[in-house]
T-cell receptor
Framework: KAGVTQTPRYLIKTRGQQVTLSCSPISGHRSVSWYQQTPGQGLQFLFE???????NKGNFPGRFSGRQFSNSRSEMNVSTLELGDSALYLCASSGTAEKLFFGSGTQLSVL | ELKVEQNPLFLSMQEGKNYTIYCNYSTTSDRLYWYRQDPGKSLESLFV?????AVKQEGRLMASLDTKARLSTLHITAAVHDLSATYFC???????????FGTGTRLQVFP
């Protein structure tokens, strides 16, 4: 059974640009959540989607947005990138077993 | 606001020794996760603890949950080098996959 797939693995952008990250959950999982990991702030919750609806949102500015498609795949978008957005972005999916499975992440560098 | 604290933040221990990592959280919750992260890698699920008094063991690691004390422990028995990694606890207060992570404990096991 394939795990959570995130693309791309690495991304380099410049300030002011926007970026879209993709996440394909484990087959059958309907919940997808996103997390940001930085050395300074640690792991922080961004948002969570279930059946195409955002159920929860973390304390991030409106530049961070996401969506989920009918096949449960999810994307997150960051507009007007800032240097502080450099981070590892992790996607996780869950089914009915209360266990979250994380993808390998997208390492975003903003120059 | 839910806060999750881990201690110690850094743990250097000799092979063969035992030690415990502590995870305290500030509000009531009965769902706690332990994850392992190797450098540059994603999060690997170790344990899911879903009720007061829950105890789970896998190899040299054993996790427990005391919801009344708002405390979880991860006990390491007879440490080996392969256990070197960063360990995170996380709390899901609302059962919606919105995990609040602790700061992480960086474990280094030396001969």
């Amino acid at each position: 059974k394939a795990g959570v797939t995130q693309t791309p693995r690495y991304l380099i952008k410049t300030r002011g640009q926007q970026v879209t990250l993709s996440c394909s959950p484990i087959s059958g999982h309907r919940s997808v959540s996103w997390y940001q990991q930085t050395p300074g702030q640690g792991l922080q919750f961004l948002f969570e989607y279930f059946s195409e609806t955002q159920r929860n949102k973390g304390n991030f500015p409106g530049r961070f947005s996401g969506r989920q498609f009918s096949n449960s795949r999810s994307e997150m978008n960051v507009s007007t990138l800032e240097l502080g957005d450099s981070a590892l972005y992790l996607c996780a999916s869950s089914g009915t077993a209360e266990k979250l499975f994380f993808g390998s992440g997208t390492q975003l560098s903003v120059l | 606001e839910l806060k999750v604290e881990q201690n110690p933040l850094f743990l250097s221990m000799q092979e063969g020794k035992n030690y415990t990592i502590y995870c305290n959280y500030s509000t009531t919750s009965d769902r706690l996760y332990w994850y392992r992260q190797d450098p540059g890698k994603s999060l690997e699920s170790l344990f899911v603890l879903l009720s007061n008094g829950a105890v789970k063991q896998e190899g040299r690691l054993m996790a427990s949950l005391d919801t009344k004390a708002r405390l979880s422990t991860l006990h390491i028995t007879a440490a080996v080098h392969d256990l070197s990694a960063t360990y995170f606890c996380a709390v899901d207060k609302d059962h919606t996959d919105k995990l609040i992570f602790g700061t992480g404990t960086r474990l280094q096991v030396f001969p």
